[in-house]
């Protein structure tokens, strides 16, 4: 059986419809909304003065491992949504913030809580590092 992809502009969500011969149809979700992307403008505001945990990935376009990272960063936003705050920031783009937490490679994950940065995680690591590093900051008091 013939499968085509109809895509749906109209939703609120990019979501994907397969549709085959038989009328039969499946809904998968093609985008979730995991880690936003953050400014150089707003990371006062989102990071510093956030009241629960912040996960900061540093990242470039360029950078193929970071492609991995963010699936990882993505599936964290979406597991602990209320519990963190998951965002990605273009090193390219805001190198000023870079520069102020001594990032030299990319990607590097760093993980705040009350405003100071608690945990540091550079280059491609499985997620249970990135968790164990967020389940550790809710034992801090």
Sequence with gaps: SARRWAHRPDAA??????????RTARVSCAYSTGAEA??????????ICSDVPVLVEF????CGPCKMVHRIVDEIAGEYAGRIKCYKLDTDDYPQTANSYNIERVPTVLLFKDGEKIHSITGTLPKAVYVRAIENS???Q
Excluded: G, K, P
Aim: glycine fraction near 0%; aromatic fraction near 14%.
């Design 59 to 62: 990242w470039a376009s360029w």
């Design 138 to 140: 809710f034992l801090q």
């Design 13 to 22: 969500s990019r979501i994907r419809r397969l549709t085959t011969r038989s």
């Design 38 to 47: 953050i400014t150089a403008c707003s990371w006062n505001q989102n990071v």
